[in-house]
């Protein structure tokens, strides 16, 4: 879900949902998090050693994930 969405006019909030189907139909894999250690928790999962995109987006503060990201990946 979007963070304080309140705060964006509606016409220019994400639907997340709709991009989420319209990933999918591509084939892609999307999942969606709402609680940043869901992140945290699902990106230790992550086999870092295989090609692969792994796509955060935020319009909050990433805390400490950009150095977690490298770490796992070292």
Known sequence: EVFQKEKIPEK????????????????KKVLIFNQYEEIIDYLKTINFS???????????????????????SD
């Open 50 to 72: 295989i090609d692969q995109i792994v796509l955060i987006i935020s319009n909050g503060d990433f805390g400490g994930i950009p150095g977690l990201i490298k770490a796992l």
């Open 12 to 27: 220019e909030r994400l639907n997340v949902k709709k991009i989420k189907q319209d990933l999918e139909k591509n084939n």
